[in-house]
C-alpha cells in the first residue's frame, strides 16, 4: 500500500506571499497524483491532478504542482496566496490495483492566510 | 443539484443505535467509497465498490457494513454505534482508473 506524508499540518502565510504545501509518496511505480482543497463544510474539491506528460502541472485558482519521480515528490505551490486560499489541503496518490482505483491521502495541511 | 449527495448532513445519536448514512450520484461512476475524516489523519478507506456485486473492505472496515443497492445509491450502516466512530464521513465516486474522485459534502456524525 502507498503512504502519503505531508509533512506540515498547519502553513501560516500572508496575503500575497507564495506559499508551497509538499507532499511526499512511497513509492513512484505507476501513480497518479492529486491535490484537494476542502473548505469548511465542504467536501473535497480537485484542485490538480498528474496523470503522465509534463511534470509541471497546473490546477484552479492560480496553484500549480510538480512531480518528481526521484524525490517521490508532489509539492503545491501558489505565488501569491489571497485569503480565500484559507483551507485544508490534501494529498492523494492513486496506484494501478487490477481495475480498481484506490486513493490514499496525506493527513492534511491547513493553510492559514492572514492579511 | 449536486452529484454527489449524501444524506443526513449532520446526525447527533446515542451509544448502541443503528445508524445509516445514505450516499447517491448522479455520475453514472461505478465505483464508489465511503471514508472518515479525524483531524490530523486525513482520510481513511472504509469500503469501497465497482459494483453492486462487487463490495471491498478498506483500512478501517470494523465496525461498519455497506449496502450497494444500486449503481447510483451506497449506503453505509454503524450496527452498534460507538463514541470513537463519531467522526466527518463522505462519499465519493471515480470513473475509470486514473481519474479522481467526486465528494460529497459529508456527513458530520456525532455519538453520545
Known amino acids: ?115 | 443539484d449536486a452529484d454527489v449527495t449524501q444524506t443526513p448532513r449532520n446526525r447527533i445519536t446515542k451509544t448502541g443505535k443503528r445508524i445509516m448514512l445514505e450516499c447517491s450520484q448522479t455520475k453514472g461512476h461505478d465505483r464508489m467509497y465511503w471514508y472518515r475524516q479525524d483531524p490530523g489523519l486525513g482520510l481513511r478507506l472504509i469500503y469501497y465498490s465497482f459494483d453492486v456485486k462487487d463490495i471491498n473492505k478498506g483500512e478501517i472496515s470494523d465496525g461498519y457494513s455497506v449496502s450497494r443497492q444500486a449503481q447510483a445509491k451506497f449506503s453505509l450502516s454503524l450496527e452498534s454505534a460507538i463514541p470513537n466512530q463519531t467522526a466527518l464521513y463522505f462519499c465519493a465516486t471515480s470513473d475509470f482508473v486514473g481519474q479522481p474522485q467526486h465528494f460529497g459534502d459529508g456527513t458530520r456524525l456525532s455519538i453520545l
Open chain 1, 1 to 115: 500500500a502507498q503512504s502519503v506524508t505531508q509533512l506540515d499540518s498547519q502553513v501560516p502565510v500572508f496575503e500575497e506571499a507564495p506559499v508551497e504545501l509538499r507532499c511526499n509518496y512511497s513509492s513512484s511505480v505507476s501513480v497518479y497524483l492529486f491535490w484537494y482543497v476542502q473548505y469548511p463544510n465542504q467536501g473535497l474539491q480537485l484542485l490538480l491532478k498528474y496523470l503522465s506528460g509534463s511534470t509541471l502541472v497546473k490546477g484552479i485558482n492560480g496553484f500549480e504542482a510538480e512531480f518528481n519521480k526521484s524525490q517521490t515528490s508532489f509539492h503545491l505551490r501558489k505565488p501569491s496566496v489571497h485569503i480565500s486560499d484559507t483551507a485544508e489541503y490534501f494529498c492523494a496518490v492513486s496506484d494501478l490495483k487490477g481495475n480498481f482505483n484506490k486513493f490514499y491521502f496525506g493527513s492534511g495541511t491547513k493553510l492559514n492566510v492572514k492579511p
